[in-house]
């Protein structure tokens, strides 16, 4: 298992890099010795997986992970169907959209649009972020079925990320049960300072399949702006989950 670990991380940072890298770096980025890299990266050349230039000794991510990311699955779908759903959002609400979907104790996000002013949010796709300290993350944990939520809610750190973050048990129960009354979360600088976010989750109530999120500086999203925006997420979070729909065999 901390060989699979080790590779893994081998890839996630060629994926990340930009252009060619030397094992030295490799090595330094995740944390391994030279020699263990080298062997694992034997492997991983073997496998297509990672290709070296023969002039400069540098590393690459080689064409199996492409046909990875490009092979239909799930979360390529839903990426897909998404993207037509987080532009609307990104040019109505002229903040990022976001799509962000449960994985285990955090929330991964999919996808991404950036909005149109100079001044925006950027976030990462395959970045995870917590579950207690964002909208996204909390839009997802409020509509999932009681007995799993709180199979989460007994595994995960309740950190405090900012002054303004849920860092209890108790008061993250009472956050979630309105955000399932009034149907949609907030992150009021939970979990960046300067930051706020409206999330609604994809999907019936119980088993959410996704939640899409608008996020920006806090000083354009205040408080009742994110409220006027809920019931623009919530359309678009309708559109995707009968778009989803409609494609299920």
Sequence with gaps: MQSVDRALDLLEALSGADGEVPITSLAARTGLHVSTAHRLLGTLLRRGY?????????????????????????????????????????????????????????????????????????????????????????????????????AILERIELRAHTAHTIADAKGLRKALEEIRERGYAVDDEEFDEGVRCVAVPVGPLGAPIAAISVSGPASRLDRPRLGELAPLLRRCAGELADSLRQQAP
């Design 50 to 150: 990672v290709r070296q230039n023969p002039d400069t000794s540098r590393y690459y991510a080689g064409p199996k992970i492409a046909m990875l990311a490009g092979a239909r699955s799930r979360f390529g779908e839903l990426r897909l169907r998404a993207r037509s759903v987080l532009h609307t959002l990104a040019e109505s609400s002229r903040e990022t959209a976001n799509l962000c979907v449960l994985d285990d104790t955090a929330a991964v996000y999919l996808e991404t649009v950036p909005g149109p002013q100079i001044v925006r949010l950027f976030t990462t796709v395959g970045n995870r972020v917590p579950l207690h300290a964002t909208g996204a993350g909390k839009a997802l944990l409020a509509w999932l079925s009681v007995p799993r939520r709180e």
